[in-house]
């Protein structure tokens, strides 16, 4: 049951009506989010709403523009007559941090971006990394308001990955296999920073990176629950899952991979795309080589958005 009532409806019609570029605060009482809105222009025809979610260690900030400066998707989005939204997890960005932030979970960020889509009304979700669970479960619990999913190399459900030890020593023994996902085991007491080091190897490894602009990049990554680490890596046992993936069924879904993301080697999202019974597209076998993790700032990201795009008019969203 769609619990948004009169008051989100009538938020739903002064956010998608009003002029200019905004943001406001949507999500949970005890984990609210800020959010960017990025309308369309004037007079553009209307198509379904997109909301773009950042994956771990990141902000919103890598939808809004590149490092290099160059008009990031949600202004690409916006342009071909869509609303998009671009929120932060909570504490990240400029969404509060609250002190249970080191035991803040992946459910209690999927039940943030809900009550979000309970203020705007069905929209397609677009999510990068750690926010696939996000997406397979918010899908399977209110198919209502979500018209389409798009994963930009979205962690896999729980379902589908290893149940790995809660040890520390177990898990760096694993740090390079690629089918555990080159899992990182982080203590629950204090948020995890990740370091340049790290930020290079995972996310900045392409050469379609704008490696000029790293210190730039770089400067935009936040400090990550732990909590929320462990259960991208199914440490415990304890990753988000799907009761019933046919649940899914209805709804478009297009997983898109590059092919020098260290974590997701061609098996892992096929496999992902093959469970859903979503469409998946290798980039390589579209004749597009050297994107990695951060497609959506790498230095072809306008030609990756026209495909995404081409995929949602051709779905009817």
């Known amino acids: 049951?769609?619990?948004?009532?009169?008051v989100a409806s009538a938020r739903r019609t002064d956010l998608l009506c009003a002029q200019g570029p905004s943001c406001f605060y949507a999500g949970t009482e005890a984990h609210p989010i800020y959010v960017d809105h990025v309308r369309p222009p004037a007079g553009a025809a209307a198509k379904t709403p997109v909301v773009m979610v950042h994956g771990a260690a990141h902000t919103g900030a890598c939808y809004m523009a590149t490092p290099d400066l160059r008009p990031g998707w949600a202004q690409r989005f916006a342009g071909t007559g869509r609303h998009v939204f671009v929120p932060d997890w909570?504490?990240?960005g400029r969404s509060p941090q609250r002190p249970d932030f080191p035991t803040l979970g992946t459910e209690d960020v999927a039940n943030s971006l809900l009550a979000l889509l309970e203020e705007i009304g069905p929209a397609v979700l677009l999510v990068h990394s750690a926010s696939g669970p996000m997406a397979w479960w918010m899908t399977e619990r209110r198919p209502n308001l979500i018209r389409a999913v798009v994963g930009i190399a979205p962690g896999p459900p729980a379902n589908l990955?290893?149940?790995l030890p809660d040890d520390p020593v177990a898990i760096?023994?694993?740090?390079d296999d690629s089918s555990a996902g080159r899992p990182v085991h982080a203590a629950e007491d204090r948020p995890v920073w990740l370091n340049a080091e790290f930020a290079a190897a995972s996310w900045a490894n392409t050469p379609r990176f704008p490696q000029a602009a790293f210190k730039h990049y770089f400067a935009s990554i936040v400090a990550e629950s732990p909590r929320i680490l462990n259960e991208r890596f199914n440490i415990g046992g304890r990753g988000l899952r799907v009761d019933d993936p046919n649940r899914l069924c209805d709804h478009d879904i297009l997983i898109v991979?590059?092919?020098?993301?260290?974590?997701h080697p061609r098996e892992v999202?096929?496999?992902?795309?093959a469970w859903f019974g979503a469409d998946f597209v290798w980039l390589p076998d579209r004749g597009i080589t050297g994107n990695g993790h951060m497609m959506m700032i790498e230095d072809?990201?306008?030609?990756l958005a026209a495909l995404i795009l081409e995929w949602l008019d051709s779905a009817g969203c």
């Open 1 to 6: 049951m769609n619990k948004a009532g009169p």
């Open 90 to 92: 909570p504490g990240h």
């Open 161 to 163: 990955l290893k149940d």
């Open 172 to 175: 760096a023994a694993l740090r």
């Open 257 to 263: 991979t590059g092919e020098l993301d260290p974590r």
């Open 269 to 273: 999202d096929a496999a992902t795309a």
């Open 300 to 303: 072809n990201s306008d030609d």
